[in-house]
């Protein structure tokens, strides 16, 4: 979800095509080649104007897929609060300054979810959904390599993980190859990912920059959610409520998008954008 405060939060703002009024989010930094299923979106959207028309918002169908990806993976099941409407533009320049970034620091990380009124535990919870998924390696390739622009990999990566990511990604490849997240259980919801972090074997900057910087208070939650799943999967469902009412709109704002990748004003062009390429 793109969920920001002011400009926009929790209001299906990442879905809107760009158009000659609208910038996409799709195409911010953070965003860009990374953030996919848009056409998922779109086939749960025409099933429900099929059913019941103008009722439930893209924004909604979000937080919906999120709780339903997790629990369907077999994570933790909640209650998602519903009522959201669809914000009438996006702001690609918000969305590349507050998205968090894969080479981002601990402080860094932490001072953006505070702006958006996440603290220090929502952090280290919300940073547990990297237990399933992938990344492209332009994402933490410098590590590999040339990290902070010091010509060597990053040392706080495992030497055997750093060998066998070097084979994925090789220095002068385009970029896009895959790899998972979680290397131990990489399509299941569970803590494994923080039992990674406390070997070293994070994929991204940001996600071992929880264990691995010295003296953090994020290194007591990442070793408590490691020990005790239940912990984790109740802090992450919290987490996850609390990212889901970032600057909602609700009542009369917004509106609810007839189609999630533009506006109902511009609801005579063209159906050909319907969703990302990708």
Known sequence: MSCRKNNSGCDGSILL?????????????????????????DDIKNALESACPGIVSCADILTIAAEAS????????????????????ANRTA???????????????????????????????????????????????????NFNSTGD??????????????????????????TNLDLTTPDTFDNYYFSNLQVNKGLLQSDQELFSTTGADTI??????????????ASFVV??????NISVLTGTQGEIRLNCGKVNADSS????????SI
């Open 17 to 41: 095509n760009t158009t000659d009024t609208i910038e996409s989010e799709k195409e911010a930094i953070p965003n860009h080649n990374s953030v996919r299923g848009f056409g998922v979106v």
């Open 70 to 89: 997790v629990s369907l993976a077999g994570g933790p099941s909640w209650k998602v609060l519903l009522g959201r409407r669809d914000g009438t533009t």
């Open 95 to 145: 969305a590349d300054l507050a998205l968090p970034r894969a080479s981002q620091t601990l402080d860094i990380l932490k001072s953006n979810f505070l702006y958006v009124g996440l603290n220090t535990t929502d952090l280290v919870a919300l940073s547990g959904a990297h237990t399933f998924g992938r990344a492209q390696c332009v994402t933490f390739r410098d590590r590999l390599y």
């Open 153 to 178: 990999p990053d040392p706080t990566l495992n030497s055997t993980y750093l060998k066998t990511l070097q084979g994925i990604c090789p220095e002068n490849g385009t970029g896009t190859e895959l």
């Open 220 to 233: 007591d939650i990442v070793s408590n959610f490691s020990a005790d799943q239940t912990a984790f999967f």
């Open 239 to 244: 987490s996850m409520i609390k990212m889901g």
């Open 269 to 276: 062009a063209s159906d050909g954008l319907l969703h990302s």
